[in-house]
């Protein structure tokens, strides 16, 4: 089922961002219709890039998961705040050097900017998410923020999932370092719109021609409405229907999953 507004953009759609996780899959098992949708996408000819806030995994390793799921993603089809902050930092300050809290997600990326990862006077302190944060780690980190290093978060998510529960993740942690030092990072990741932007150069794609397909109106959504870009709710993940009413803007639309858009590529709004 699907509620619109009425859009009054005649452009048509060229593009798409979508989120992975709670619009792909969920909990690494494939939401339903989610393999059909990007078959449609492909058949159509339709660029997409696939989106996560996770800096922990590279292209490659979300390929294999996603893969797992029954999701058959080339590894150019994947854009992580992990690449969005060495994007940033390549553009900021070519070459530099970085004091790194992360996973190889993040790391690689970063050399392959060509930065050198170092704890002795760095450019920057960037933090990531990783599975077990050290506690001699953040020491650094927030030393090294005290003697004048730039911070920089990868994502503002303040907590992850696990199978257990929740997990601290970087925005939690940048909280800790921000409390220890007075100096509040930078994020790259959504809900900055800086992560569209760079997503649409990926592609080559216009905003006004591009549609964000997000399951949290807090993030995906208020970022691709800031960005410029048409936006589709999916409630298969954290936000809902009623939730919607909560926030002061509003989604272009809002389906129960990709599902539902199944069919209607690659304009769903006409």
Do not use: C
Not at 185 to 190: E, F, R
Not at 237 to 249: D, L
Request: without cysteine; glycine residues 8%; proline residues 7%.
């Amino acid at each position: 089922m699907t509620d619109t507004q009425v859009v009054t953009a005649a452009e048509p759609i060229l593009s798409y961002l979508t989120d992975m996780d709670g619009v792909l899959v969920h909990e690494d098992h494939l939401v339903p219709g989610a393999d059909k949708f990007l078959a449609e996408l492909r058949a159509n000819e339709t660029p997409f890039l696939v989106l996560t806030n996770n800096s922990i995994r590279t292209p490659r390793d979300l390929q294999a998961r996603l893969r797992h799921t029954g999701l058959d993603i080339p590894e150019s089809a994947i854009w992580t705040s992990a690449l969005a902050t060495a994007t940033f930092l390549d553009e900021q300050r070519p070459g530099g050097t970085a004091y790194v809290v992360g996973e190889s997600g993040l790391t690689t990326a970063l050399h392959e900017i060509g930065y050198v990862l170092t704890d002795s006077d760095p450019d920057y302190v960037v933090l990531g998410e990783t599975r077990t944060y050290s506690f001699e780690a953040i020491t650094t980190a927030i030393r090294l923020v005290e003697r004048g290093a730039r911070f920089i978060a990868t994502n503002p998510d303040p907590t992850g999932p696990s199978r257990d529960g929740s997990l601290p993740a970087t925005g939690s942690v940048a909280a800790l370092i921000t409390r220890a030092t007075g100096r509040e990072p930078y994020y790259v990741g959504k809900p900055n719109p800086l992560m569209m932007r760079s997503a649409l150069r990926r592609i080559g794609a216009h905003s006004q021609s591009t549609v964000m397909i997000g399951d949290r109106m807090d993030t995906d959504v208020v970022a691709g409405l800031e960005a410029g870009l048409r936006t589709i709710l999916v409630t298969s993940g954290i936000s809902s229907r009623e939730s919607v009413e909560q926030f002061p803007y509003r989604p272009t639309m809002v389906v129960d999953s990709v599902a539902d858009l199944v069919g209607s590529t690659p304009n769903p709004f006409t």
